[in-house]
């Protein structure tokens, strides 16, 4: 059969796209200088997602009559670069609506990827435009076709930015689930929260297989409640955290990763165990909230912290939601935070261990931070700024990483070349990728309701609207 085609008529031709768009800010968040600048345009390339420009509406003309682009006008609002968790579990959701060995145990892999895109969803409403993900806890390696959902170009979801470990690492006999029947086996009906090695030797191929799977971090846990078992008849034993590893397979593990270019997050609660992985150049420390020694203050033990490079991700969000924000536990996780503050600590980044409590809620871990004494712009940055600092990966860092930054202006960071993983985030400037966010909120004089989900008005992420006028656009 032969076909023919009839021309188009000039209603079926479409007009180009215009290349560009611009967003009007009433004031824009600077994380690198801690300022709130006035009336900012930001243009954004539509093709790539990439920021164009940033000038002062008073340097460009504000008649944008001519302009075939769009113009999003957010001069009511205070635009901020999309907020970063540097520490979530999308496979889980808040253990008051289901324990953890429930979750892990007797909801299918199916039921907990599908609530883990609902997840996703709700936090990029909220205003969290990237996400690191510290193990799916018994849904093996389902994060990686997740974040091919989410991070792709050709993403089928809305979410975040997502950045995974598939499996975390501990050692025999550590994590659950953990059977009441069967005391020396591994899981229950094979299902592991974690990938379990053992020697040097078994560390090194956990981390190569995980490498492997797709990561982009490597998580160990470095220190845990070991003697779970022992609760029932002798309750502080069963309930101290203490090493896992030895010093030998922790520097097996971070050794082994560096080398393949990863970053490595350590769940560690005690200063005996987080001295030697900072020695040992680990990326990112998880939790800290025991920073306490019987002959030490808490500002003594962060002082061995200080100078060097090593992320501190509080979590904080976790202990008040698991506490109510009472007893020792807390006390102790609020305590070795003030002390941080005390030491002018900033290599921090916000992490709720978000799933402990509700995705979506993200910025919990913000206004606890603030509750607690840190000056509200230092927590932005720690938000935004701080949180690619933490996740982005190790090409971004060293000598090479600088030189990689000082031409990021250039816009060589095109997403379509480099992948959306390596784009820099976190701050609006020329060459980073337009992660926007937006809240009427005043951030002096209340900053958690500035912060809250209900608050943020607008959600841009690579370039693209997602929330417009507290409304979702997917």
């Keep these: 059969m032969q076909l023919t085609a009839s021309a188009p008529t000039l209603e079926d031709q479409a007009q180009p796209a215009a290349p560009t768009k611009i967003v009007l800010a009433g004031k824009l968040f600077d994380p690198y200088t801690l300022q709130l600048l006035d009336n900012q345009a930001i243009t954004i390339c539509n093709d790539s997602g990439m920021i164009l420009d940033v000038s002062p509406l008073s340097a460009i003309s504000s008649n944008f009559a001519s302009f075939d682009g769009e113009v999003i006008d957010l001069r009511h609002l205070t635009v901020l670069p999309g907020f970063v968790d540097t520490h979530v579990h999308f496979f889980l959701h808040p253990y008051a609506e289901t324990s953890w060995v429930d979750q892990v145990t007797k909801e299918s892999i199916v039921e907990r990827t599908i609530k883990a895109t609902v997840h996703a969803k709700r936090t990029l409403m909220a205003g969290f435009t990237t996400v690191r993900d510290l193990g799916t806890e018994g849904a093996g390696d389902a994060d990686i076709a997740l974040r091919k959902c989410l991070s792709s170009p050709g993403a089928l979801i809305p979410g975040p930015r997502y950045f995974c470990v598939t499996r975390a690492i501990a050692p025999t006999g550590t994590y659950g689930p953990k059977s009441s029947l069967y005391v020396n086996k591994e899981g229950i009906d094979d299902v592991t929260g974690v990938d379990v090695a053992d020697g040097t030797q078994e560390c090194v191929k956990a981390v190569r297989r995980q490498i492997g799977a797709g990561a982009d971090w490597i998580k160990i846990y470095a220190d845990y409640a070991v003697r779970s078992r022992a609760s029932e008849v002798s309750r502080r034993v069963g309930a101290a955290s203490m090493a896992t590893f030895d010093y030998d397979e922790l520097k097996a593990m971070i050794c082994t990763a560096h080398a393949y270019g990863v970053k490595v997050a350590a769940h560690a609660t005690n200063r005996s165990t987080i001295i030697p992985l900072i020695s040992l150049g680990v990326d990112s420390i998880e939790h800290a909230y025991d920073m306490f020694a019987p002959d030490s203050t808490a500002v003594e033990m962060f002082e061995e912290y200080a100078g060097h490079k090593t992320k501190y991700v509080p979590t904080l969000a976790a202990y008040y939601t698991m506490t109510q924000g009472k007893g020792e536990i807390w006390d102790r996780a609020a305590n070795s935070f003030k002390a941080a503050l005390e030491l002018d600590l900033d290599n921090i980044s916000c ?107 607008f959600v841009m992420k690579g370039g693209k609207i997602y929330k417009r006028d507290g409304l979702p656009l997917v």
């Design 351 to 457: 992490g709720g261990d978000t799933g402990v409590f509700a995705h979506g809620a993200n910025a919990l871990e913000l206004s606890l931070m603030v509750r607690l004494g840190a000056d509200w712009k230092k927590v932005l940055r720690w938000a935004t700024l701080g949180g690619w600092e933490t996740i982005r990966s190790r090409m971004w860092e060293g000598e090479a990483g600088k030189t990689r930054l000082a031409q990021v202006g250039d816009l060589k960071e095109d997403p379509r070349i480099v992948g959306d993983n390596e784009v820099p985030f976190g701050a609006v400037r020329k060459g980073f990728i337009a992660d926007l966010i937006a809240t009427p909120g005043n951030f002096a004089a209340d900053f958690e309701g500035a912060v809250s989900a209900e608050s943020i008005q």
